[in-house]
């Protein structure tokens, strides 16, 4: 195999100094998609990248494969409005999810479908609240992989517009008043009223009243405000107080500020802080004033219990020292949700709470008014509990009986489930609306030593068979407080179904163990979730699951950074390296894309002791000189010219840097798509990705291929 013939790429004699310490910058150039030279440069890549993709084994396979395994569609739990449920749906004809409602005759409807207004594709579905009574509903649509989403209120039963577009309101949280004539909701600061290196970023909370120009809307929250703070908006069951929890950018932890709409009108609500300055996440949560308990405000908080609790007090005190500890801390457990069923049908008021048990979803039984634990819910296996709006617990505003959620695992699509408090019973409400032949898959969650003798976990895939070492794809994130969780995944039931294993790896940094798991991987300690995959690599091998020469590593985004570092602090560990929507840069990541939104996660170079930290693992920064003989790994980098949160610059800045440096054949490659963006696409556009990916890996890891093109 000889050294592929890589574009022209011309290396710049720029060094700054920044707090004492020389940093060369030698592809500055490539940040900027206008300058002529990086687009003759992307042209070149594209052109290696169609060459060296004909050569990849299995292409059509596992086309095939991807395809007829996300045939299964995809439902998710109910969002109840009166008797109206509404929900999301794909089946195996459609690229993205349907929203429906089923009217009160019983027939079902389509109110949102994101491939009948635009059928190329492109279009996406943002976000959707119905009102109060579910007469109206108001969601947000994405077009053209612009990443930039338009808000629209739609009469429920008609499907009549009946108000917007609304602009700048990507990822907005809205909350409706219960008359249903007005709501709160997030929106972007005009970009021509900020300062260039703010655009993007300002989001204020604003009430919108239906029917009305957005341009008299009232800003009613964050004047003054950091800007890079997020908000999440909500309004109490009887509608007098309005709840705004507020994050510095990414950060888990909050302030929580309370308004009461009986002493003032939603124009100008007065908020006062119940959270403020502390280093903790807290949520309110009214209890319905026809409740049995109606005087409780539930308070789900990981303030002094890195790994959750639910407490309880009464709106006359909201302060901590008032909180009253109704379900505690679990040590080996993270508490994601809560649902209180308390209707007039339930002779028990009960409580049920989700947690999530080394990454595996629970759901307990707990006396509402004591929250001693009298039982759980049974679910199907051992997987991931979800749904809408970022709850796992979906009951009836109203109050009721009766609780939804979404469970999934490895081999299961996601399925909806009702749990019923009059039986105890659990049934099947909406399985997955496609028929598909899984593959057999064996799933094992293993344990770990990283450097520093922390305990990881992972799960490893396969199909069961052959004990010995396999080509093996190793995943992982490691940030932003996310956990890695089992889910359905068509790319992994391939990859298993061609003979190899998949290992996921839930290192620190995400939320698999609680807050104190995710600290112990950020700003500082983020050397510690690089250690930690390193170690599962390394733990692979010596288990005799894989070898040096049939491992390959995979992440995105946040991922994409993780992969960065351990191809260029150990290139030797890795055969292969598939790296999407990458972080490379640390040095400059703030200046683009949200890179400003995420220095309570990373740091700052503005600090002398910060910049230290991401100079010191910023992949760019550290491929080694060409002449120091390193063979870097396989890699592909693949990323998306609409994506908003991370510059497609940095992917192209790394692969120029290591096409300079290796010294080997294997191949150093970039994917670049255009007409999507960081996040959601239509399955179409998710397999033809896939495809590339396993496609380029079975090619370096040398898969066996009976299923050859």
Not at 365 to 390: K, M, N
Not at 428 to 454: C, F, M, N
Not at 552 to 567: D, P, T
């Amino acid at each position: 195999m000889t050294r592929p013939p890589y574009p022209s790429a011309e290396r710049l004699d720029l060094v700054e100094t920044i707090h004492g310490q020389a940093v060369a910058d030698p592809y500055r150039w490539l940040e900027d998609p206008a300058d002529p030279r990086t687009a003759t440069w992307r042209q070149a890549q594209e052109e290696l990248l169609t060459a060296a993709r004909e050569t990849w084994p299995g292409r059509e396979w596992f086309r095939a494969r991807l395809a007829g395994l996300l045939a299964c569609g995809a439902v998710t739990t109910p969002v109840w409005r009166g008797d109206r449920p509404f929900f999301t749906r794909r089946t195996a004809e459609q690229e993205h999810a349907v929203l429906l409602t089923v009217d009160p005759d019983g027939r079902e409807r389509v109110l949102v479908d994101p491939g009948a207004l635009d059928p190329a594709g492109t279009t996406t579905l943002d976000h959707w609240t119905p009102s109060p009574q579910g007469d109206l509903l108001a969601y947000g649509v994405e077009a053209g992989g612009l990443e930039e989403s338009d808000l629209y209120v739609m009469e429920t039963s008609t499907g009549r517009t009946v108000d917007g577009p609304i602009d700048r309101t990507r990822f907005t949280s809205l909350a409706w008043l219960p008359d249903g004539k007005a709501f709160f909701f997030t929106r972007q600061i005009p970009a021509d009223l900020l300062p260039v290196e703010e655009r993007e970023y300002h989001s204020r909370l604003w009430l919108h009243r239906v029917g009305t120009d957005a341009a008299d809307d009232v800003m009613v929250f964050g004047e003054g405000r950091p800007m890079t703070e997020r908000y999440q908006v909500s309004v109490a069951p009887d509608g007098r107080w309005v709840q705004v929890e507020s994050r510095d950018g990414t950060s888990s932890a909050n302030d929580v500020w309370l308004a009461d709409l009986a002493a003032d009108a939603p124009e100008t609500p007065r908020f006062e802080p119940v959270q403020a300055g502390v280093d903790a996440g807290t949520r309110l949560e009214f209890a319905r004033p026809d409740s049995p308990l109606a005087e409780r405000v539930y308070v789900l908080t990981d303030r002094d219990a890195p790994r959750g609790r639910l407490c309880v007090t009464t709106v006359d005190d909201l302060s901590a020292e008032s909180w009253r500890e109704l379900v505690a801390e679990d040590p080996d457990a993270v508490l994601h949700d809560f649902a209180v069923l308390d209707g007039p049908q339930v002779e028990r008021p009960l409580l049920l709470v989700a947690r999530a048990r080394h990454a595996i979803g629970e759901i307990t039984v707990h006396d509402l008014a004591t929250g001693e634990r009298i039982g759980e819910v049974p679910l199907p296996g051992l997987g991931t509990l979800g749904g809408a709006f970022d709850r796992q617990l979906h009951v009836r505003p109203e109050g009721g009986h009766e609780a939804w959620f979404c469970y999934t695992d490895y081999a299961t699509p996601g399925q909806v489930y009702r749990y019923d408090a009059t039986t105890g019973e659990t049934t099947l409400w909406a399985a997955a609306p496609g028929e598909v032949e899984v593959p057999p898959i064996r799933v094992r969650q293993i344990a770990y030593p990283s450097k520093d003798g922390t305990e990881v976990r992972m799960f490893v895939m396969d199909d069961g068979g052959d004990p010995g070492p396999r080509p093996t794809i190793l995943y992982g994130y490691g940030g932003f407080d996310i956990a890695l969780t089992p889910a359905f995944d068509a790319a992994v039931l391939a990859w298993v179904q061609a003979g190899g294993r998949y290992a996921i790896a839930n290192l620190r940094g995400g939320s698999e163990n609680g807050q104190a798991w995710h600290r112990a991987g950020m700003l500082g300690s983020k050397q510690n979730v690089f250690d930690d995959f390193h170690a599962a690599a390394d733990h692979l091998v010596a288990a005799g699951l894989t070898s040096g020469d049939r491992l390959a590593v995979f992440g995105g985004s946040n991922g994409g950074l993780l992969v960065g570092a351990a191809l260029t602090q150990h290139p030797e560990k890795y055969a292969a390296v598939v790296c999407s929507a990458p972080l490379l840069d640390m040095v400059r990541y703030e200046r683009f894309g949200k890179g400003a939104l995420w220095t309570g996660e990373y740091g700052t170079v503005a600090e002398p002791e910060q910049f230290g930290w991401l100079h010191a693992y910023s992949p760019y920064h550290r491929v080694r000189a060409a002449d120091s003989g390193t063979d870097y790994p396989a890699t592909l980098f693949t990323v998306f010219d609409g994506d908003t949160r991370v510059d497609p610059l940095h992917a192209r800045k790394l692969a120029a840097a290591l096409q300079h440096a290796t010294v080997g054949a294997r191949p150093i490659l970039l994917r670049d798509e255009t007409g999507v963006g960081h996040g959601q696409r239509a399955v179409s556009r998710q397999i033809g990705l896939a495809v590339d990916r396993l496609s380029f890996l079975a090619a370096q890891l040398a898969v066996p291929v009976p299923f050859d093109d």
